[in-house]
């Protein structure tokens, strides 16, 4: 476990130091918001593309794949089952709860917790491919959407259909998917100011992270608690727990089913709470999910290794 606990320092650290310039005054909200726009516009676009140039697309095919994704429905439609009744959440609250309850950490989280536990990091490419070609651009697409609504903008239902286009993460990640499809290779002077720029996405989003910490109420207080500790839960055991019983239904055993599960009980992932910052949707409630799914994911991953490795 050290590899994953090096991993998860090195998250915390970055966030601390977050907390530090905002209690300091070099950063206001208008300057954590500025953070956020610029992962969102900017370094995500250019991260997202690269991840998607070089990944494996055969891992999509993957067996494996299959339960991931069951799961990852099961509990999105929990969350959505309990709070959108009891809490009368909006369309854009909603969407939030429902990517802090099953949108994984795979990329700064996930691969130090693949290679220490599963001992191959590519194990994570299924659930990132996953949420960055399906889960993200249909979130985004239901975002854009709910701004709409909020702005009093009303558009023709067929102009919906172009939303996913028109964001900056979704063009980025289909960019990518069919560079790849179609074999192009890139070349490395394109490839490197791309990679440049995408070096500052996952900076900005744990400082703007960390910003948020000190300058919002502190995380697990306020009228979001409820939904965000039904989040919590749904993220750190239900969905482990679902991944485990799909895979087990579907035949799957040893490292194949191990994997699933491990996947599936990593912490929320840190861009759900960029993109509520970015729509001004459930930010609290998806900053606190990820505060909390990080701290609490640690003892649900020691459990189902003691368990399942």
Known sequence: MQAAFGGISTIWVVIGVGFVIAHLGLVNQAGRRLMSLLAFTVGSPA????????ADL?????????????????????????ALPLFRQSLGDGVIGFMSS????????GLPVALALL????????????????IMPICLTLLDIANNRGSGVKRHPARYLALPFRNPITIGIL????V??????????????IDMIAG????????????????DPLPGKGPHRAPMWIAVVLKVVVHPFAAWAIG????????????VVILGALPTAQNVYVTASRYAQGELLARDSVFWSTILSVASLLVIAALLG
Do not use: K
Request: with cysteine.
């Open 200 to 215: 500052i996405a996952l900076p900005l989003m744990l400082l703007a992270f960390g910003v948020s910490l000190r300058l």
């Open 58 to 82: 055969a891992d999509v095919f993957s067996f494996t794949v299959v339960t991931s994704t069951l799961a990852v429905a099961a509990a999105g439609a929990i969350y959505l089952a309990i």
């Open 119 to 134: 001992h191959d990091g590519t194990w994570v490419a299924p659930i990132m491919l996953l949420q960055l070609a399906v």
């Open 47 to 54: 991260l997202l593309f690269a991840l998607m140039l070089r």
């Open 102 to 109: 099953c949108y994984t950490n795979a990329a700064n989280f």
């Open 175 to 178: 960019a990518g998917l069919v």
């Open 248 to 259: 087990t239904a579907m035949g799957l055993a040893g490292t194949d089913l191990y994997a």
């Open 180 to 193: 790849n499809l179609l074999g192009v290779e890139v070349p490395s002077v394109v490839m490197q100011p």
